[in-house]
């Protein structure tokens, strides 16, 4: 059996993305490792065809060269090919100093030394959705209809779930991070005025680092006397806890966030909130989907001529692109 190291993105909404990828390496008889940064690492222990999954001891930024010379010298000998998913110089250099035979990735930042088998990338206007972007490292045709799907042990979820006093499909969950910036993020008095309208429990979901979002959404509830059915868990979940919350919840509201194509590889009703970036790029591939995004209305007036701009901060100051999508559009959206 053929032995295939995956190195991993390091963005959840990446790591869902790759699925298809790994389902198709996986159809033809590889045996899947994925070495993955820890934050990341929950998301491939949803993917059945997934074998095994190494968390690796690097952080953001540096090339850690140390690190990773002394993580290849433990790798060496045990795998036939490499699958990088990144693009950057120092995700390709692991396998490299391996001595992995066969290494497959997209050309860029002087990779061409360290790849055995290279794709051509296609410059940034003209990249496909980017589901099909890392399918197409299986070297495969028909790529383009690919869609992520994920898949937890009813019984870890049940226990999730019996701790916090909360049923299948009872409950709304509320992600409003974004992790890129605030031109991603809908308002939190948005998120809180649809949260008081919802007559199922609402569950807010978010890393340590967006708990003053989540808190100002809560308080906005408690303002309204809806408070007694939100429970507020940013940063008080593992990303793996999050992951059944969202796998069990009835609905899914979030901006084009990585708990997004969480709520999409799992099939959850869900509503997509887009502003600086694009739906054309990274929707959500979930027929339970629905996106909103101004920039495609044309009942919107005047038209967002300013949209995708992919900055973290709206550039004109306004981000009227997250600001006049209304709680009750959404609210309609779930009905």
């Known amino acids: 059996m053929t032995r295939a190291l995956i190195i991993a993105p390091q963005w959840i909404g990446d790591a869902v993305m790759t699925e298809p990828l790994l389902r198709r390496l996986n159809a033809r008889g590889l045996r899947l490792t994925v070495g993955a940064l ?40 045990q795998f036939d090919v490499a699958y990088i998913c990144p693009n950057s110089l120092k ?34 206007g003209q990249r496909p959705p980017m589901v099909a972007f890392y399918s197409a490292l299986s070297g495969e045709p028909d790529v383009a209809r ?26 709304h969950v509320l992600a409003p991070g974004a992790e890129y ?11 809180a005025e649809l949260a008081r309208h919802l007559a199922r429990p609402v569950v807010l979901l978010g890393s340590g ?17 809806a408070a007694s059915h939100l429970f507020n868990l940013a940063g008080k979940t593992s990303l793996a806890q999050a ?15 990585g708990l997004m194509h969480v709520a999409a590889g799992f ?47 709206c550039p004109l100051g306004h981000t009227r692109c997250l600001n006049d999508i209304r709680p009750a559009r959404v609210l309609q959206l779930l009905s």
């Open 209 to 225: 680092k967006e708990a003053d979002l989540c808190a100002e959404i809560a308080q906005g509830v408690a303002a309204g006397n």
């Open 38 to 77: 820890p934050w990341v690492a929950p998301v491939y222990r949803a993917m059945p065809q997934v074998a095994e999954v190494i968390e690796f001891p690097f952080a953001h930024g540096g090339l850690q060269l140390r690190e990773r010379r002394q993580l290849a010298r433990k790798l060496g000998g």
């Open 91 to 124: 995700s390709a250099l692991l396998p490299f100093l391996a001595g992995i035979p066969e290494r497959v990735g997209y050309l860029g930042e002087a990779r061409v030394g360290l790849l055995t088998r290279r794709l051509k990338n296609p410059p940034k």
């Open 267 to 313: 099939g959850v009703p869900q509503v997509a909130i887009f502003g600086s970036s694009s739906p054309l790029h990274t929707p959500p591939l979930n027929d339970a989907a629905r996106v909103v995004w101004l920039k495609n209305d044309p009942t919107y007036q005047p038209a967002l001529d300013c949209a995708p701009c992919f900055e973290r901060v």
């Open 243 to 257: 992951l059944s919350l969202i796998s069990a919840a009835q609905s899914v509201v979030s901006n084009d966030s």
């Open 181 to 191: 910036g605030p031109a991603k993020r809908w308002p939190t008095h948005h998120f």
């Open 146 to 171: 690919d869609r992520p799907q994920l898949q937890l042990k009813a019984t870890e979820v049940d226990a999730i779930l019996s701790q916090l006093g909360l049923q299948r499909g009872n409950y």
